[in-house]
């Protein structure tokens, strides 16, 4: 079963910055888009970054767009996303994604990591 695992979730303060992880297994993440999406209590799941393939060409949602930075390392099956000048606003639970190429939608889903930003 193919799993995708997120790490690296935590409280920290605002201006502060956390490193999200996901692993892969049983999924080999060469073959996929990844992205990385959030969730916040009340609210819709909504995009946050995204990364090709090769990790030449990623996309961010404007509210994260110079401080949030998305990157892969393909030979360790792995997806990240750095985070800095965290603001209470990016409170959310956050999930990895990965979809074949040219797909609309995005087919395999971790189970979420918390993030909480206190001000």
């Known amino acids: 079963q193919v799993q995708l695992v997120e790490s690296g979730g935590g409280l920290v303060q605002s201006g502060g910055s956390l490193r999200l992880s996901c692993a892969a297994s049983?999924?080999?993440?060469?073959?996929?888009?990844m992205g990385w999406f959030r969730q916040a209590p009340g609210k819709e799941r909504e995009f946050v970054a995204s990364i090709s393939r090769s990790g030449e060409s990623t996309a961010y949602a404007d509210s994260v767009k110079g401080r949030f930075t998305i990157s892969r390392d393909n030979a360790k099956n792995m997806m990240y996303l750095q985070m800095n000048s965290l603001r209470p606003e990016d409170t959310a639970v956050y999930y990895c994604?990965?979809?074949?190429?040219?797909?609309?939608?995005?087919?395999?889903w971790g189970q979420g990591t918390q993030v909480t930003v206190s001000s």
């Open positions: 994604a990965g979809r074949w190429v040219g797909a609309s939608q995005y087919t395999y």
């Open positions: 049983k999924l080999t993440i060469t073959l996929f888009e």
